[in-house]
């Protein structure tokens, strides 16, 4: 190569030209910045290039003659003084944190860490050995891409039907997907995988995170690894675990292969993102990246002791999105993923740490202030997880306008009413209604909400309903990990049962959730899996096993596929019946030339419920009439339901229920019971307005039109 020239101090990362390349990264107390080059098969540098110039704090150079795949890190000299809150140590092969790609995975050493491990001074010590050979180097890639004209779906929210999953455990297992991919981007987007989510239904995936992560060393210790990937240390880089080809930089093409695919099918694409910390851990971690880069802007330090960090996510440490730079890091790595891989939205991991500022949630902070000013952010998909382990930090309806959250409170809400408890019933029809209670006040709507029974993050459906505890003792943390709080549906009879009845009534209560999930108002997201009673063997908390435990099992038995078929048809329901998705919320007002309102909650008698029936401390039925003749206009969109009226019963008692259908003079067919075994007996045309609904079921009734 030839000698290097100053270049620019933007982009920020590497930027390929026909020239060469640009190599910028900040360091605002960092004294001397170098640039480590690695030919393409060595793991020490051959070439380390001081990066004299800065502006702003950006250290940059421009090195002619650089290619696509090239490999490189960065080292940075200054102060270590951990009580300072300082840990450069030049020693140390830096990943870039706008690396597009990396060449491979940490592997656990000694050297990796800044301090000498074993020391009596412990972290405050210092290491002098290089670390090159394990830590992964960050590449070089050719952004250019022929995406083949195929535009973003562009759902809107109250058409989204959300399947949260995981790109290697959904395939990995699959006899239909070819060997070569299976795992893999191109193993999600086979032809096979394709027509399965098309004939489920679902409008987007939610893919568990993506970039790149690192595998926590206590888990590798014991043969483990950081499966779920909560883990990132590189927020622009898909991981290469997940490419089918290890070349350099192919990860890059594959994942915009698999966005395009989607896309091609109408299906779209958002990602779990993890902002909230880095893979760096606590003063005892490694030191990879924006450790060594600039410690103090980009952690939040306990300013008692700026040794320590602060930690609002039970990771170790907890970025600190009030710093300028930082902001910048996140914002630049979201548009980089909506624009130049072109996906349509994100879930952020524990949000409420990004809307930290010291100690305190606000609302009002620059992470969300940017957010929502930003022209291109602003217009995805964006989801909350929102709550995180700090003070203060469960903020369940308080995210701003244009946000979504998980509804942790849907989700307690529904299960308890399922699981036989009493005084849910108002809480239960407040749920279900997207939850007004929530986020009418402020605004939003109904999509406001996302509405999930189960998410990776707990017992899939088949567990709940069949196991009474967690069972995480594969996990090799004493099964203390996982959350406590599980509301199980389950029986009483513990794990996987021979007995037909029991497992019968197991696949009822599933289809239970199911169904309520899909007639509620709000987003759904269906966790993957459950439409195939995924168990992970009662392991509530199944980050740590890329294994049988965790990927699907796809040698479906005929109930399972029977609840494959209930899935599809819960689904299909939705898409054809808008009065399931509607934009806001009910009024209970009447509809305009007839004497119906919007939805009307009865008794079984068929008589509309009265503010005391709502206190009967007992009620576990409930019957709820939704008008569907109705027009909703907005935009060049307008939308009409002409697939008639819907009646909902709910049965969560011990007994049978006979419920009476109010006399509007229509014909009924029963559009889905959850005691009925097969949806290939559906529908069934009803001869009167009398049902009788087994206990513990759920049953949709649909006008004849």
């Known amino acids: ?232 240390i590189a927020y622009f880089a898909p991981d290469v675990r997940y490419a089918s080809k290890k070349d350099p930089g192919y990860q890059v ?31 005892f971690g490694p030191t990879l990246s924006f450790r060594g880069l600039d410690n103090r802007t980009y952690y939040i330090l306990d300013p008692e002791d700026q040794r320590r960090y602060v930690d609002f996510t039970g990771t170790g440490n907890s970025f600190d999105s009030s710093n300028p730079q930082v902001l910048q890091l996140i914002t630049d790595s979201l548009r980089y993923w909506i624009t130049e891989m072109q996906v349509d939205g994100f879930r952020f991991d524990l949000a409420s740490t990004l809307a930290r500022e010291l100690y305190r949630v606000n609302m009002l902070s620059p992470f969300l202030a940017t957010i929502h000013q930003d022209p291109i952010i602003s217009r995805v998909k964006l989801i909350a997880e929102p709550w995180d382990v700090g003070p203060g930090g469960y903020q369940v309806g308080n995210f701003p306008v244009n946000w979504a959250e998980w509804n942790g409170r849907y989700r307690d809400s529904v299960r308890r009413f399922w699981n036989g408890e009493t005084g849910f019933i108002g809480e239960f029809a407040t749920r279900i209604s997207g939850s007004p209670d929530i986020y009418k006040p402020t605004g939003r709507r109904p999509h406001a909400s996302i509405n999930f029974v189960t998410c990776h993050d707990g017992f899939t459906a088949m567990d709940l309903v069949s196991y009474l505890e967690k069972h995480n003792e594969n996990n090799g943390l004493g099964n203390t990990d996982g959350s406590d709080i599980n509301y199980s549906c389950n029986f009483g009879v513990e794990g996987p049962s021979q007995d037909p009845v029991i497992t019968g009534r197991r696949y009822r209560r599933i289809k239970n959730l199911i169904l309520t999930l899909m007639v509620s108002q709000g987003a759904p997201m269906l966790l993957g899996g459950d439409e195939i009673g995924r168990t992970q063997r009662g392991n509530n908390n199944a980050f740590c096993h890329d294994n049988e435990i965790s990927w699907y099992d796809w040698n479906l038995d005929p109930e399972r596929e029977e609840l494959l078929k209930f899935v599809r048809r819960m689904i299909t329901l939705r898409k054809t019946n808008h009065v399931l998705r509607k934009r806001d919320f009910f009024s209970g007002s009447m509809i305009p030339g007839t004497n119906l309102k919007d939805v009307t909650w009865m008794n079984p008698d068929g008589k509309e419920m009265t503010s005391s029936d709502w206190l009967v401390r007992d009620r576990r039925s409930l019957m709820v009439y939704l008008t569907g003749r109705y027009a909703v206009e907005y935009g060049s969109l307008r939308e009409r339901s002409d697939s008639g009226d819907l009646i909902l019963l709910f049965n969560a008692s011990e007994s049978p229920v006979m419920f009476r259908f109010p006399d509007t003079g229509m014909q009924w067919e029963l559009y889905l019971d959850t005691n009925i075994r097969s949806v290939d007996e559906l529908p069934i045309r009803l001869a009167s307005r009398d049902y009788l609904l087994a206990p513990d079921c759920s049953a949709v009734i649909r006008q004849i039109v």
């Open 253 to 283: 093409t594959e994942f915009k292969r698999m966005v395009r695919k989607f896309h091609e099918n109408d299906i779209e694409v958002i990602l779990d993102v993890v902002y909230n910390h880095s893979a760096e851990g606590n003063q």
């Open 1 to 232: 190569m030839q000698r290097y020239i100053p270049g620019k101090p933007y982009p920020l990362g590497s930027t390929l030209t026909d020239e060469g390349v640009n190599f910028a990264v900040f360091s605002e107390h960092g004294k001397r910045v170098f640039l480590n080059i690695y030919s393409s098969s060595e793991e020490i540098p051959s070439e380390t290039i001081e990066m004299k110039e800065s502006e702003g704090y950006v250290w940059h150079c421009f090195v002619p003659g650089g290619k696509a795949g090239l490999r490189y890190s960065f080292s940075v000299d200054g102060d270590y003084r951990p009580k300072s809150g300082d840990r450069f140590n030049v020693n140390k092969a830096l990943i870039d944190p706008y690396a597009k790609a990396l060449d491979g995975t940490v592997r656990w050493d000694n050297s990796i860490f800044g301090y000498r491990v074993g020391d009596p001074d412990g972290d405050l010590s210092f290491s002098n050995d290089r670390d090159d050979q394990f830590v992964p180097k960050s590449v070089v890639i050719d952004p250019r891409f022929d995406w083949d004209g195929i535009r973003k779906p562009d759902k809107p929210w109250n058409h989204t039907i959300i399947y949260e999953t995981h790109v290697k455990g959904i395939t990995v297992r699959n006899p239909d997907v070819p060997e070569e991919i299976r795992g893999t981007y191109s193993g999600l987007v086979s032809d096979h995988m394709i027509q399965y989510f098309k004939d489920l239904g679902i409008t987007a995936v939610e893919l568990m995170p993506i970039q790149q992560h690192v595998d926590d060393k206590f888990l590798v210790d014991m043969g483990l690894v950081n499966y779920w990937g909560y883990n990132t």
